[in-house]
């Protein structure tokens, strides 16, 4: 009795004196192949499971097969092909798991033939004679192997190897032990199979009579065929052909693809008419003929033109339009470069389609545009095989053939919203599409050419760069476009969006005329949005109503429009942002919120009762700032000698911090050095200036951190009317973000500890 390795097999069987080759491509059966290869007569124990869905030990049968692992071959695909050889059946015993395989002892199973078996041999000799005439498929090989046999359970074995059964139904041929029971079971399943075959050749003879009339039909019709060309009415299919033979020869591909189609169009030409293939290949020539093969646009050689059509239709976006620039610019100089895979990233409605098809613009290029997003299905990427009926190419050919060109800028948006299911992943096929060394030989299986993509402009959006899957971020480049600001957005409206509602309403500048006070009372009253989208919706509504009063009252030929008209027209403000307090409060610091609708301040507020020394937080704080607040006050607690605070306090009291609008979710790693400040506020009785604002995250060892979003978090302060702003050291290179006028009505201070937070609020 020997303890081996378990081979599970879930789609075949294997029976003594057989041999098999299997290939596998998964690690974990290579792996297990590998060990029997390094023991000693290779041997091994194969069992096919009860129950396939669950592989567990309850599963295990009693009986297997005791298998030799005869050859072991690593191929070019990756995958590992072996050739096992079925030895006996044997006996299951004391199966245990040994890591991630099992492992099981065996004993050999002795089986007495008596005169009832050789009985059942020499039936089953005859039967299987019978049904080798019956059913050619099955062939003569099995007769001479049949020579010098007299063992029933080797006969059982042999013929149970060789019919065409189903996986479950020769399960049992493995672990049923008396080869009577076999001999029975062979002669009910070789019966079931000859009347199958009897039933097939009936219906073979009633189909052959069918074809009979199909043939004259088809000679019928050759007839009329010939009549309609004598009277001028000639067949549409011959016409296609005719058509088709045109355009091939006009034609601009490779010789491999010509030929191609035109096998498919002799293909077509012979086909019955009322063949039901007729329609998919005259499908399949139609995109073949009308793809762009080798059909390019020449990009515009003027950089200067290029980048005044950028800088007209989008406002800012430096980063972006300075990649576009450089690659024309190597691409002139070497004539020979990859197109670039772009990946703007950023909230919604900040621009990132518009950019991309202002992108296709100036560089004189077509642009397709497909949305991958909630895409489940790979077919959707790299089409469907042409056996299915209504099968079509991908999306990305059929964009390709949409654009009309082979270097188009081809668009691909929403980018991070693809989803894996049974399906496919559809991310995966992305990656031929979107990475450089394969996509000159992109392979749709509809199309089953390759298509030449490298000189295609890829440009992918996402709202959320985490949510793009790795392999594809890899291929990337990524240029993350963040949430416009308020004074960007005025310059936006003024530039671009107010002259297009004035020409969409029908409209002159003559006619009206919106001030600055009344554009920004509208972004920040009427719109929270990273984009302009909505300060588009109410612009558009604006002017509505204002058309509708010059046809009600004529009047008023002219509207200036101030932020009284704004609030008279598009209703009661809908959005406030939080002001600053008009007195100095203990225990009351500006912290600085960022947000993707743009910036705030946040003012945190602390208190203290008598109790127990409990920390109460409250304000809909995340995991992150409720640690910041344990960490300010350990922090407070560790110096309080230094600050002067007296230690009863901290056992003697509740501390209560609250931020306020407790419905809204607040989280970041940027509130510490203001909870800190707000607590030391508390704790000395003494006010901090309600002018001043701090944002920085801090360490139990006093050390401020970095912060993102200084930007939108200043431009949030400079609205609340905040004089000073202590930001981390680390932040210093950040300021050159923030608009000019904004930067000179402000006082920056920098600092690298919290001592240096306290000396300026508590002792300077």
Known sequence: MNKLLVLIINDMVIFPNNEVRIEYDNNYDKQMVDIVDHIEDNLMLIVNPIDNSDIRLTSFPKYGILGRLKLKMNVPNGKTRIVIEGLDRVSLSSIVEDGYYFRANYSEIDILEDDECKNYFHILVKELEHYVTKIPTMGNAIMSQLSGMDSLSELCDLIASFLPLKYEDKKKYVT????????????????????????????????????????????????????????????????????????????KCSSKVKEKIKRELDRYDSLNSNSPELGMIREYLDWMVNLPWNHYTKDTDDLVKVKNILDSSHYALGEVKDRILEYLAVKQNTNNLRSP????????????????????????????????????????????RRTYIGANPGRIIQGIRKAGTANPVFIIDEIDKMTKDIKGDPASSLLEVLDPEQNSKFSDHYIEEDFDLSNVMFIATANYVEQIPYELRDRLEIITISSYTEYEKLDIAKRHLIPKQLDEHGLTSLQVQIDDDAIMSIIQNYTKEAGVRELERNIATLFRKIVKNILLNKDVLFYKIDTALVEELLGKKKYFYTENDTVNEIGVVNGMAYTV?????????????????????????????????????????????????????????????????????????????????????????????????????????????????????????????????IIPFENEKDLDEIPVEIRNDIEFITVRNYSEIYHIIFEG
Request: hydrophobic share 40%; proline share 2%; charged share 30%.
């Open 176 to 251: 049923t032990i008396q080869p009577i029971e076999r001999a029975k079971y062979l002669l009910e399943d070789m019966n079931r199979e000859l009347k199958f075959a009897e039933l097939e050749q009936k219906i073979e003879r009633e189909v052959e009579k069918e074809l009979d009339k199909t043939q004259k039909e088809y000679f019928l019709r050759e007839k009329i065929k010939l009549m309609q060309k004598e009277i001028g009415d000639d067949n549409n299919k011959d016409t296609d052909v005719e058509r088709l033979n045109k355009k091939i020869s006009k034609l």
């Open 597 to 725: 609708f743009g910036g705030d301040i946040l003012p945190i507020e602390a208190t203290l009762f008598k109790g127990k020394g409990n920390l109460i937080l409250t304000g809909s704080l995340g995991e992150v700032m409720q640690e910041s607040c344990h960490i300010a006050l350990d922090y407070v607690k560790a110096n309080m000698d230094t600050f002067g605070i007296d230690a009863s306090l901290f056992e003697e009291n509740d501390i209560h911090i609250h931020v306020p609008e407790g419905a809204v979710n607040k989280d970041g790693p940027s509130a510490g050095g203001t909870i800190t400040t707000a607590l030391i506020s508390l704790l000395k009785k003494q006010f901090v200036d309600k002018n001043i604002a701090m944002t920085g995250e801090i360490t139990l060892r006093g050390r401020i951190l970095a912060i993102g979003g200084l930007k939108e978090k200043v431009i949030g302060a400079h609205r609340a009317n905040i004089k000073k702003v």
């Open 341 to 384: 895979i772009l990946c703007l990233v950023g909230p919604p409605g900040v621009g990132k389609t518009s950019l991309a098809l202002s992108i296709a613009k100036s560089l004189n290029r077509q642009a397709a545009k497909i949305s991958v997003g909630g895409i489940n299905d790979e077919a959707e990427i790299v089409g469907h």
